[in-house]
């Protein structure tokens, strides 16, 4: 339950500072790709929110999927992943609709992309593969 804790905490915390003007930029950063690019969610703020659990995998800040983490955003929106220790992840995007990947960052960091094209997105970690995934559900 701490942990639980713990990790709302850290997901309030990021979307707090996504709030304040945050932009994909920096370190985890992301350009564009295919009609997203990483910066800010609609009415300022992420729709969707990703942290790394506990172990190896990605958990929805929305709904709690994990393995894969799902979640669905109104076009126009953005999600933000957030992850802390010091193993190294990413967030990398796969299949045919395909946003701006982050790099490989060790320690911890967060990568926000805005998604503006309707459809289905799916993403694993380039360090761990089918071990972390998810699907973002655009619409």
């Known amino acids: 339950m701490r942990f639980r804790s713990a990790i709302i905490g850290c997901l309030l915390l990021a979307s707090l500072a996504d709030c304040g003007g945050y932009t994909a930029s920096g370190p985890y950063g992301g350009g564009t790709s295919a009609g997203q690019s990483g910066g800010e969610g609609a009415g300022g703020g992420p729709v969707g929110t990703v942290a790394l659990g506990p172990g190896v995998q990605f958990v929805s ?4 999927s994990q393995n894969p983490a799902v979640d669905t955003i109104a076009a126009g929106g953005s999600v933000t992943w957030t992850w802390t220790g010091s193993l190294s ?10 946003f701006a990947s982050s790099g490989i960052r060790a320690g911890s960091g967060s990568y926000v992309v805005k998604f503006t094209a309707p459809g289905t ?3 694993d970690c380039a360090v761990h593969g089918a071990a972390m995934t998810g699907t973002i559900v655009v619409q």
């Open 61 to 64: 800040g929305h709904n709690g």
């Open 89 to 98: 992840h990413s967030v990398e995007s796969i299949g045919s609709s395909s």
């Open 121 to 123: 997105y799916q993403y």
